[in-house]
């Protein structure tokens, strides 16, 4: 799948897409380094087919330092069966491997970030020819895409599933649609800061069914937030048709992002104080976190006040801040159920 102008993909896959069962196997990309002159960077995929029926894309890891995708998208990987599956499910618990192995949001190869590396490119860095390999060959067969996100070490998340308003008022309603089957405790109407370069924008754009999880944060999960995702990818997969059996529902709390008031920043740096926790009620310029200045002692904080009213849905994890940081995400209440 070459288009005018480009290379094809340096990425051989030694599964193959077509064949029906299930397959294990790795994305393989060429990489010469110090250690290893014909080296190769091996992304493990597998593969799940039976029949014509749908085919959903799983991935976890665009960023290296979140775990409850690859948590359970590995379990995922080694317990479903063929005969389990109605079409095919395509299982990446890792898309940036090189930050997954470091444990860091980018890679520690071209410290690129996947999520703002797409459409990618074939003759680009490391994470750009991944990035082009699932632009160009793994969202084309996709019909469906769950990409799993938490807040690695600089975020903490309220768990929600989330979906996008987009100008394709059909293909939005399906894709909420899914983040209802996925029943989270929350589910998000989410605005990104800057979607220019994501994973999400590439698959919204090709038409294809796309939902995102940011399932808790501090760089781990817990029994909770993998517990979560384990469940919500079956539900997603029940919806989708492809595995047979009811949605498990469960009660959620539907929030939203309307605009940029959502977000509060640091303008200087320093020791941050969180005056109320994730799920807390916030009204309209309340003060939601202090900044101190560590030079020296005397010296009144910096405060960050709320843009809007709502509930404190993100919060930035760790003790020091920096100009610039996110500090505290606020978003509406617009509905419960359950």
Same mark, same amino acid.
């Given at each position: 799948? /070459?288009?005018?102008?480009?290379?094809?993909?340096?990425?051989?896959?030694t599964?193959?897409?077509?064949?029906?069962?299930?397959? !294990?196997?790795?994305?393989?990309?060429?990489?010469?380094?110090?250690?290893?002159?014909?080296g190769?960077?091996?992304?493990?995929?597998?593969?799940?087919?039976?029949?014509?029926?749908? /085919?959903?894309?799983?991935?976890?890891?665009? !960023?290296g330092?979140?775990?409850?995708?690859?948590?359970?998208?590995?379990?995922?990987?080694?317990?479903?069966?063929?005969?389990?599956?109605?079409? /095919?499910?395509?299982?990446?618990?890792?898309?940036?491997?090189?930050?997954?192995?470091?444990?860091?949001?980018?890679?520690?190869?071209?410290?690129?970030?996947?999520?703002?590396?797409?459409?990618?490119?074939?003759?680009?860095?490391?994470t750009?020819?991944?990035?082009?390999?699932?632009?160009?060959?793994?969202?084309?067969?996709?019909?469906?895409?769950?990409?799993?996100?938490?807040?690695g070490?600089?975020?903490?998340?309220?768990?929600?599933?989330?979906?996008?308003?987009?100008?394709?008022k059909?293909?939005?309603?399906?894709?909420?649609?899914?983040?209802?089957?996925?029943?989270?405790?929350?589910?998000?109407?989410?605005?990104?800061?800057?979607?220019?370069g994501?994973?999400?924008?590439?698959?919204?754009?090709?038409?294809?069914?796309?939902?995102?999880?940011?399932?808790?944060?501090?760089?781990?999960?817990?029994?909770?937030?993998?517990?979560?995702?384990?469940?919500?990818?079956?539900?997603?997969?029940? !919806?989708?048709?492809?595995v047979?059996?009811?949605?498990?529902?469960?009660? /959620?709390?539907?929030?939203?992002?309307?605009?940029?008031?959502?977000?509060?920043?640091?303008?200087?740096?320093?020791l941050?104080?969180?005056?109320?926790?994730?799920g807390?009620?916030?009204?309209?310029?309340?003060?939601?976190?202090r900044?101190?200045?560590?030079?020296?002692?005397?010296?009144?904080?910096r405060?960050?006040?709320?843009?809007?009213?709502g509930?404190?849905?993100a919060r930035?994890?760790?003790?020091?801040?920096?100009a610039?940081?996110?500090?505290?995400?606020?978003?509406i209440?617009?509905?419960?159920?359950?």
């Amino acid at each position: 799948m /070459t288009e005018i102008g480009l290379r094809p993909s340096p990425i051989s896959a030694t599964v193959n897409f077509a064949a029906e069962g299930v397959q !294990h196997g790795f994305l393989r990309l060429p990489y010469s380094r110090d250690d290893s002159a014909w080296g190769s960077v091996m992304v493990p995929i597998t593969v799940i087919r039976n029949g014509k029926g749908p /085919t959903a894309l799983l991935t976890g890891g665009n !960023h290296g330092d979140e775990y409850e995708g690859p948590i359970a998208l590995f379990d995922l990987a080694r317990s479903l069966k063929a005969e389990d599956v109605n079409g /095919t499910v395509i299982i990446v618990p890792a898309m940036n491997y090189p930050a997954f192995l470091a444990g860091t949001r980018t890679s520690p190869i071209d410290r690129g970030n996947m999520n703002r590396s797409f459409p990618g490119r074939p003759d680009g860095t490391v994470t750009e020819k991944i990035a082009d390999y699932f632009g160009r060959v793994l969202l084309p067969m996709a019909d469906l895409v769950l990409d799993f996100h938490s807040g690695g070490k600089t975020l903490d998340f309220l768990p929600f599933c989330a979906a996008h308003i987009l100008p394709n008022k059909q293909q939005q309603e399906k894709a909420f649609e899914f983040v209802t089957a996925f029943a989270a405790p929350y589910s998000m109407k989410m605005l990104e800061i800057d979607a220019v370069g994501m994973y999400d924008t590439a698959a919204e754009e090709m038409g294809k069914i796309f939902i995102t999880t940011e399932l808790g944060g501090g760089g781990t999960a817990t029994a909770k937030s993998a517990a979560i995702a384990k469940r919500g990818t079956m539900n997603v997969l029940r !919806h989708a048709g492809i595995v047979a059996g009811a949605v498990d529902p469960g009660p /959620t709390t539907w929030l939203d992002m309307p605009d940029g008031r959502c977000f509060s920043f640091a303008e200087e740096g320093g020791l941050i104080e969180l005056v109320i926790d994730l799920g807390e009620v916030v009204t309209d310029n309340a003060v939601i976190a202090r900044i101190y200045p560590t030079g020296r002692t005397g010296v009144a904080p910096r405060e960050i006040r709320a843009g809007m009213n709502g509930i404190l849905c993100a919060r930035h994890f760790p003790g020091l801040v920096k100009a610039g940081d996110c500090v505290a995400v606020v978003a509406i209440v617009t509905a419960r159920t359950g």
